[in-house]
């Protein structure tokens, strides 16, 4: 079924973000780095504040749990938008494409309300959008079915008509099984070939 809207996510989309661009330099074990990203960053504060849990509580909560982490933990947000390391030229030029076609494009992204605000006055194609769902303004997160189903209904998306790109499987699969079709996307590099059989015009 031909594709008429498309529905983007951001982070690793069209942003290259990852903690460790910050992280690395105060924790320099590898290990101690892995156990602090999957134990504590990704579920106590990443995961929580994008699904609307304000930063100071997020934070408050995982220092109690995680003390010998509290240096961390602390760092984390002060320093959170230099974990964003630029942008993908070749995603803002595809997303401009299809707008130039006159498709509506949309965003469905994992991110803290908090952490967002300004990304737009830094990076003004975000502007561009017809519309966007920032997960932390719902409390809602991927891949959780309910947040596509909202983006169903505000965007008005048919999932069968709809292009859904984002890096992570786990959202992937849940939009697939909603009906979406889909781009795993694990190198923004190849989002100009991965896109060319869902864009005919």
Known sequence: MQVKKYLFDLGNVFFDWNPRHVL?????DEELLNKFLS??????????CDAGIKID????????????????????????RNMVNGSYQDTIDVFQKIKSYGFPCYVLSNWSDETYEGMEEEYPFLKEFDDKIISG?????????QIYKLAMSR??????????????????????SLGFQTI???????????????LVV
């Open 24 to 28: 690395k330099e105060i924790i320099t």
């Open 39 to 48: 134990e504590v960053a990704f579920p106590h504060l990443d995961m929580r």
């Open 57 to 80: 509580t997020a934070v408050k909560e995982a220092v109690e749990k995680f003390p010998e982490f509290e240096n961390e933990i602390n760092f984390y947000y002060p320093n959170h």
């Open 137 to 145: 303004r719902e409390f809602l997160v991927k891949p959780d079915p």
């Open 155 to 176: 965007f008005d998306l048919v999932p069968e008509e709809t292009l859904f790109i984002d890096d992570r499987e786990d959202n992937i699969q849940s939009a697939q």
């Open 184 to 198: 795993h996307l694990t190198d923004p590099s190849t989002i100009k070939s991965d896109i060319k059989k869902f």
